[in-house]
Each structure stands twice: as structure tokens, then as C-alpha cells.
């Protein structure tokens, strides 16, 4: 075992490890004389290092303002937002501007061929005149042209395009009640010339009178 010297008086101090004075009194007289407990004294045995966590400083920023709040790029981000979502609002209103409006064309073309299709029926049954036949045409002949400018004529499910069909079928039979009409009054001399009849089938009646029905 080492020697341990007492720091009061040099005697040699023997007990504890921890102990650093011979006796109580020169403890007591080297608190008196120092003002303060006296030195520590090392244990034996290894110490053990351990690493102690540096701080670390905050990051410096440049002298060009990098790391700064942009407050201008911020605002500016805000009001891209603000455009882009202004924008789809727009969009979105045309569109739906432009469906009500492609169904309230299709809604009045719907009523014209309706009443077309009644029109056509009427003229069965009575004798053909010349000159009822050729303004039934020129209002056919208008409503086809209109017709063809149905917003759902080419859209998939929608009756637009057959009833454009049977508007067609109907000015090329009274087209025929023309030419019918015509040859008859110039084949005769004297007297009256012979009737013409719009003649339809069962079915044609009935597949006009269905197509009166469903979407517009």
C-alpha cells in the first residue's frame, strides 16, 4: 500500500481509503486555517472517459441573405394559388354554363321535331295539295338543318341521331307526295286531276310516335 501523507502535520495516515487526515483535530485545524474542506483524494482504480456532447451553434447565414424568410416568394406562391384555383372555378363554370346551355337547345329542337312528327301524321288521310306540301317541305327542310346541330347527336345513348334519321324519312315521303302531286295536275287536260294520299304503314306510325318519347 502507497503512503498517504496527512496535508496538516505529515504524519502518515492509515484506515480508509477515502481518509485524508491522521486525526479529527488536524482535520479541524485544516478547515480553521483554509477556510474550506480539504482536497479530495483520488480512489484507485481505472478512469473511464467519456465523451461529453459539444453544443452546436446555430447555423450562420450569408451575407446574400440565404436562409432568410422570402417574404415576397411566400406571398407570390399565394397568389399563383389563388390564380390556379380562380382558374378551375372559371372552368368549371363555363362548362357548366355550356351543359345548360347544349340542353336547352336540345330541349327546343325536341319540341320542333315533335311537332313535326304530329304535323305529318295529320296530313294522312285528307288529299295531298300542292301547295300545303311545299310549305310543310320548307319547314322541314329548315327544322333538318337545325336538327343537325343537336348538341347529343353523336353521344351514345341519346335518340338524337335516329330522330334525325326519321326526319329524313319523313321529308322524302312527302317529297314524293310532291312529284306524285305534280305529275298528276300536269298529265290532265281537263277535269281533276287524280288525288295523292300519304299512305303509312302500322309500323311507321308507331315507331314516330315512340320516338316521341325519352330524352330531348
Not at 44 to 52: S, T
Request: glycine fraction near 8%.
Amino acid at each position: 500500500m502507497s503512503f498517504r501523507e496527512c496535508p496538516q502535520c505529515g504524519d502518515e495516515v492509515v484506515g480508509r481509503a477515502d481518509k485524508v487526515f491522521c486525526s479529527p483535530s488536524c482535520k479541524s485545524l485544516h478547515f480553521r486555517e483554509h477556510g474550506g474542506p480539504a482536497p479530495a483524494v483520488p480512489l484507485a482504480g481505472p478512469v473511464r472517459w467519456q465523451p461529453v456532447p459539444m453544443p452546436v451553434p446555430p447555423a450562420e447565414e450569408d451575407d446574400d441573405g440565404e436562409g432568410e424568410l422570402d417574404i415576397a416568394a411566400v406571398v407570390q406562391q399565394a397568389l399563383n394559388r389563388d390564380k390556379e384555383e380562380q382558374q378551375r372555378g372559371d372552368r368549371a363554370r363555363r362548362q357548366q354554363e355550356a351543359e345548360e346551355e347544349g340542353q336547352a337547345r336540345a330541349v327546343a329542337l325536341h319540341g320542333l321535331y315533335c311537332q313535326d312528327v304530329d304535323d305529318f301524321l295529320q296530313e294522312e288521310g285528307p288529299a295531298l295539295k300542292k301547295a300545303d306540301l311545299q310549305v310543310f317541305l320548307a319547314d322541314l327542310d329548315d327544322d333538318v338543318a337545325q336538327y343537325r346541330g343537336h348538341p347529343h347527336l353523336g353521344a351514345l345513348g341519346y335518340p338524337a341521331a335516329g330522330r334525325l334519321a326519321l326526319l329524313h324519312w319523313m321529308r322524302d315521303s312527302l317529297r314524293r307526295c310532291l312529284e306524285e302531286v305534280t305529275d298528276n295536275a300536269a298529265g290532265v287536260w281537263l277535269g281533276n286531276p287524280a288525288p295523292v294520299y300519304l299512305e303509312l304503314r302500322k309500323k311507321d306510325r308507331a315507331r314516330l310516335r315512340d320516338s316521341l318519347l325519352g330524352a330531348p
